[in-house]
């Protein structure tokens, strides 16, 4: 079946830095992958939605020129949160989607904690 | 006023219990529908999908009425490894959409 690997699973950064979160889908073609943030005991928030070459689509209240979004080939999809603070700790978990792929392959998430 | 709104939990049951979870979404635009688990510091995984004319796998029956764009989720027999969250999902399934996810319900079976 469809896989995307998510990494890092886990990463702790100082406030202040930028992470990079990586989502490579390894058997199919991902043109759209979607971004979600997940705080403890809240559901899956999407963040953006990008297709491949694209730029991403944001939702409302999501800041753009802090999580930044590249989708520049179908297997990979990088999200980078700039500026890092304590408030951005959360979950972060990737779900891509292909042409013909049926439904949504998630990455298994990254645990984002800011000190 | 929330997209998909779930019955907010915890349910603590026996093993052998049945358990049902509710589901309201806001968007009747709305056209496929999901039940995904959820365990701790894990990614969501599809549980089943959703059907109007209800479908059944195993212990686990799901059913869907739009016109009240309700969804629900039955399950018998409980097992203490069916403790986990439990998501209510939705999605317009047009190219581009993203799924839409309830808050969840967390469920923990006992012995």
């Known amino acids: 079946g469809a896989v995307v690997s998510q990494h890092p699973s886990r990463v702790i950064c100082k406030s202040g830095t930028s992470v990079k979160i990586e989502c490579r889908s390894l058997d199919f073609q991902a043109t759209t992958m979607f971004w979600y943030r997940q705080f403890p005991k809240q559901s899956l928030m999407l963040m953006a939605t990008?297709?491949?070459?694209?730029?991403?689509?944001?939702e409302q209240g999501v800041e753009k020129d802090k999580f930044l979004i590249n989708h520049a080939s179908l297997t990979l999809s990088t999200l980078t949160v700039t500026s890092a603070h304590p408030e951005d700790s959360s979950f972060y978990i990737c779900?891509?989607?292909?042409?013909?792929?049926?439904?949504?392959?998630f990455g298994s998430g990254t645990r984002l904690t800011v000190v | 006023r929330k997209e998909v709104e779930q019955d907010p939990g915890p349910f603590n049951v026996p093993e052998g219990a049945t358990v049902a979870f509710n589901c309201t979404y806001s968007n009747s635009a709305s056209q496929s529908f999901f039940w995904y688990r959820q365990d701790c510091r894990k990614e969501p995984k599809l549980l089943m999908s959703v059907y109007s004319s209800g479908n059944e796998d195993g212990r686990f029956t799901a059913q869907l009425n739009r016109a009240s764009q309700y969804i629900s989720l039955l399950i018998r027999d409980s097992k203490l490894s069916d403790s986990a969250t439990y998501l209510c999902?939705?999605?317009?399934?047009?190219?581009?959409?993203?799924?839409?996810f309830g808050k969840g319900t967390t469920l923990s079976v006992s012995s």
């Open positions: 779900s891509a989607r292909g042409q013909t792929t049926y439904g949504y392959t």
């Open positions: 990008s297709n491949e070459g694209s730029k991403a689509t944001y």
């Open positions: 999902v939705v999605t317009l399934n047009q190219a581009g959409t993203a799924l839409i």
